[in-house]
């Protein structure tokens, strides 16, 4: 084995490590915020925004269309009204057209949740 291929080899094991590393710590976080957030109070929310937006962008591959359920609901605690968009910790809702149509079946327009 020549000295590039050893370096090579060192590089590629040094980019697993830190990949791994880097892996167990966003799952390790995501694994604490679930944790703590089954110790929060429970309460209903109410749908108050359930629409669909489509964002267009351009790259070397052309045009794509991106597809975003537009959720929003309130809820009360502590005799405060509070909105919120997320539906559970580092949530995506955007992708293809059918998966945003399906979300948004799932959460209508007033729903109570």
């Known amino acids: 084995m ?27 976080w995501h694994t604490y915020l679930q944790a703590c957030a089954a110790s929060w109070p429970k309460t209903k929310a109410k749908i108050v925004t359930s629409r669909m937006e489509e964002e267009t962008s351009i790259s070397t591959s052309g045009v794509e269309t991106n597809y975003l359920a537009n959720l929003a609901y309130e809820y009360e605690v502590a005799g405060r009204t509070r909105t919120g968009k997320e539906l559970w910790f580092d949530c995506d809702l955007s992708g293809s057209r059918e998966s945003a149509e399906l979300l948004l079946a799932v959460y209508p327009l007033a729903k109570i949740i």
């Open 2 to 28: 020549g000295a590039d291929e050893k370096s090579l080899s060192i590089r590629s094991g040094l980019f697993l490590v830190v990949a791994g590393v880097a892996a167990i710590g966003y799952f390790g």
